[in-house]
């Protein structure tokens, strides 16, 4: 029973991931929008190389510390 579950499961994943090879292709399917312009991303940036806290930069651009971290890692 499990098997077939299984099964199941991953023909239904393959016709999702077909379904959106599609509407990509067709324009239609392009994700989530960016948290912050290239410009907002760049003056984020600066600021935390320049030091400032990450905690306050994320209030302020109004992201949480997350995104903040994917546009300025630790180590970048």
Same mark, same amino acid.
């Given at each position: 029973?499990? +098997?077939?579950? $299984?099964?199941?499961? /991953?023909?239904?994943?393959?016709?999702?991931?077909?379904?959106?090879?599609?509407?990509?292709? +067709?324009?239609?399917?392009?994700?989530?929008?960016? /948290?912050? &312009?290239?410009?907002?991303? $760049?003056?984020?940036?600066?600021?935390?190389? %320049?030091? +400032?806290?990450?905690? %306050?930069?994320?209030?302020?651009?109004?992201? /949480?510390?997350? &995104?903040?971290? &994917?546009?300025?890692?630790?180590?970048?």
């Amino acid at each position: 029973m499990g +098997a077939f579950a $299984e099964f199941e499961r /991953s023909l239904i994943r393959e016709r999702q991931r077909e379904g959106i090879a599609i509407a990509k292709r +067709a324009g239609v399917y392009r994700g989530r929008k960016p /948290s912050l &312009t290239l410009e907002r991303a $760049e003056e984020l940036r600066r600021r935390v190389a %320049a030091g +400032a806290k990450r905690a %306050a930069l994320a209030r302020e651009f109004g992201i /949480s510390r997350e &995104t903040l971290y &994917t546009y300025a890692p630790v180590n970048g």
